[in-house]
């Protein structure tokens, strides 16, 4: 199993920064993308940083140039820096990973895709 353990939400106004941090941990052989998404009320989950299977980022439109994505000191990890925040930027932003598992033995268990439990990112005007 493979548990995605996010934090740093919160509330911030308009214009403030907030820092999240995803750490992916259990049986892990590798991970072959990983990144935010979010999802605002009433609206469908949207692409917010992600690094991809070869090795590259991708930004939703709406955070280019105001959000980045790194990869955390510790194995595994992934921060997201959002600066310059907007109210149309509150949502739950989740972590997702695609992760190649392997079993007690050490045989690979094939590729699955898994999502953080979310935490609350509000922006006020």
């Known amino acids: 199993q493979v548990h995605l353990a996010e934090s740093g939400g919160g509330l911030v106004q308009a214009g403030g920064s907030l820092r999240l941090s995803c750490a992916a941990s259990g049986s892990i052989f590798s991970i072959n993308a990983m990144g935010w998404y979010r999802q605002a009320p009433g609206k469908q989950r949207e692409l917010v940083a992600a690094?991809?299977?070869?090795?590259?980022?991708n930004y939703g439109d709406s955070v280019k140039g105001r959000f980045t994505i790194s990869r955390g000191n510790v194995k595994n990890t992934v921060t997201l820096q959002m600066n310059s925040l907007k109210p149309e930027d509150t949502a739950v932003y989740y972590c997702?990973?695609?992760?190649?598992?392997?079993?007690?033995?050490?045989?690979?268990?094939?590729?699955?895709?898994?999502w953080g439990q979310g935490t609350q990112v509000t922006v006020s005007s």
């Open positions: 997702n990973a695609a992760v190649q598992g392997m079993d007690v033995t050490g045989t690979l268990v094939g590729l699955h895709d898994y």
């Open positions: 690094f991809t299977d070869g090795g590259s980022t």
